[in-house]
């Protein structure tokens, strides 16, 4: 095994606790940053881990709710809700040291330029993580679905030391981790898919099975995906002509009973991440004057629920 590191994970629920907790299996010195009853389960009984990818186990974990009483990390995995990335950036100084990097698991395109923003560029990669994973209920974490893969590269483009390092580190742990040479394109084609797949399970409170059984639901799937590409190409991403549709016949690949996270918060009454996504799509929209219709009617739907407690 590579030397051990010392990790915090910033929001340690379902991506977070997934990946953090794979890490901490491994016998890196993890650290759980967690709040409410969550926390509470986890300091009590430990964490459960429940995952198709790198089966079942139990963990006792550090967790807390205070970064101060942590000490600077070699690792942050940043996996808080994007609505709570703000306050996460205040708590989080006193983790970082001279080499401490910070990957974000994060939905979205803002996240690595807020942190770099906060902490400097050469503390910060750029990551996508893929999984489909959950709480199920405090202390336990439920991965079902998706590939649970992780995809590294620095910002400014192409490979190095540290990016190795830390695809080292992962796939020793079992993770399905690459380096990606272009991981700005990378952020993008994720946000392409997220802002669909997130988007159309909270509108409709249905998988993407039985969004795609209908035609009525999967046009205007593919209608979400072409609107947030014709975006990111105003905004000077070189994103490939066939992402739409490459990216609706991957998702139809997939289980039938996925749900995006943002429709799980939705269903269960909590904030949701919509100005962040779909929200996000039609603010870039008006600034490079392309209409955005089907994003617009998520969130027009969506927004009345931004702050939870679904009645």
């Known amino acids: 095994m590579s030397n051990v590191i010392k990790v915090a994970v910033v929001g340690a629920g379902g991506t977070g606790g997934y990946y953090g907790g794979a890490l901490s299996k491994q016998g890196h010195d993890v650290t759980m940053i967690a709040r409410g009853s969550h926390l509470d389960s986890i300091k009590s009984k430990g964490l459960q881990v429940n995952s198709v990818l790198l089966g079942d186990f139990h963990l006792d974990i550090t967790a807390t709710d205070n970064m101060d009483s942590i000490g600077t990390v070699d690792l942050i995995i940043f996996a808080v809700k994007s609505y709570g990335t703000f306050d996460a950036i205040k708590a989080m100084h006193n983790l970082i040291g001279p080499k401490t990097l910070i990957i974000s698991t994060q939905n979205g395109i803002d996240s690595e330029h807020l942190l770099s923003e906060a902490f400097g560029v050469n503390h910060v ?10 709480i199920e209920e405090p202390g336990i974490i439920s991965q079902k679905g998706g590939p649970g893969s992780l995809e590294i590269g620095e910002m400014n483009g192409g490979n190095s030391g540290r ?4 695809i080292s580190i992962c796939s ?12 700005v394109l990378a952020i993008w084609k994720k946000f392409i898919f997220i802002c669909a797949l997130s988007g ?15 035609t009525t639901t999967t046009d ?12 990111g190409k105003a905004e000077g991403v070189d994103i490939p002509d066939d992402t739409a549709n490459s990216t609706l016949r991957s998702t139809k690949a997939r289980e039938p009973f996925i749900i995006g996270s943002m429709g799980h918060d939705l269903l269960a009454g909590r904030p949701i991440e919509i100005g962040l996504l779909n929200g996000r799509v039609n603010e870039l929209g008006r600034k490079h004057n392309i209409a955005t219709p089907s994003n617009t009617a998520i969130e027009a739907a969506l927004r009345p629920h931004e702050h939870g407690s679904l009645s």
């Not at 990016?163 to 830390?166: A, G, M, P, R, S």
Request: proline residues 2%.
């Open 125 to 134: 990669l750029g990551c996508t993580a893929t999984v489909s994973s959950m």
């Open 163 to 166: 990016v190795n390092e830390i």
């Open 172 to 183: 020793e742990a079992g993770l399905n981790v690459e380096s990606h040479k272009n991981i």
């Open 200 to 214: 159309m399970t909270a509108l409709t409170r249905k998988p993407i099975g039985e969004i795609f059984s209908q």
């Open 220 to 231: 205007m799937y593919l209608q979400v995906l072409a609107e947030v590409v014709a975006v």
